[in-house]
């Protein structure tokens, strides 16, 4: 089945300008901004300016420029944020939830950075 984009997600709307953002970096191809709600101290959203849905769409149909600008970006916020290994930053968390068992919540493909403090383990087992 094909990847169905929904242009009226909030992050849509976050691109087209409709709805206010923190932008910590906007390149050709890339935006990112804080998370209204942040869960550590570094919380930003990454997300590509194309019409993609998840982590997956993104890697199967993203054009290579897309792709490589999407990445320098993630590691110009690591190391803007002070969590990149590279100049001593004590490290950080790359996320991607997808889909139902992933629990996404906005249908545009984004990568959570988060850090500024310890994050404990990815997972915890289901009890039991
Ligand atoms: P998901 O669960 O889809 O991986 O994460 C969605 C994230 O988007 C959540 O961390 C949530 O706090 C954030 N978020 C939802 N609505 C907005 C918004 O309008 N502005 C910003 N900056 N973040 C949002």
Same mark, same amino acid.
């Given at each position: +089945?094909?990847?169905?984009? &929904? &242009?009226?997600?909030? /992050?849509?709307?976050?691109?087209?300008?409709?709805?206010?953002?923190? #932008?910590?970096?906007? #390149?050709? @191809? #890339?935006?990112? /901004?804080? !998370?209204? !709600?942040?869960?550590?101290?570094?919380?930003?959203?990454?997300?590509?300016?194309?019409?993609?849905?998840?982590?997956? @769409? /993104?890697?199967?149909?993203?054009?290579? #420029?897309?792709?490589?600008?999407?990445?320098?970006?993630?590691?110009?916020?690591?190391? +803007?944020?002070?969590? !990149? %290994?590279?100049?001593?930053?004590?490290?950080?968390?790359?996320?991607?939830?997808?889909?139902?068992?992933?629990?996404?919540?906005?249908?545009?493909?984004?990568?959570?950075?988060?850090?500024?403090?310890?994050?404990?383990? +990815? %997972?915890?087992?289901?009890?039991?």
């Amino acid at each position: +089945m094909p990847y169905s984009y &929904d &242009d009226e997600n909030i /992050f849509a709307k976050i691109l087209r300008g409709d709805i206010p953002n923190k #932008t910590v970096l906007d #390149t050709d @191809h #890339t935006l990112a /901004f804080e !998370d209204i !709600d942040p869960k550590a101290p570094v919380h930003v959203l990454v997300i590509p300016k194309g019409r993609y849905v998840s982590y997956d @769409h /993104f890697a199967a149909e993203a054009s290579d #420029t897309e792709i490589v600008d999407f990445n320098r970006a993630v590691a110009e916020i690591c190391r +803007m944020t002070g969590v !990149d %290994l590279g100049s001593g930053g004590a490290g950080f968390r790359a996320i991607s939830n997808a889909g139902s068992d992933g629990v996404q919540e906005v249908p545009h493909y984004h990568l959570h950075i988060l850090g500024g403090r310890p994050l404990g383990r +990815m %997972l915890a087992r289901p009890p039991g």
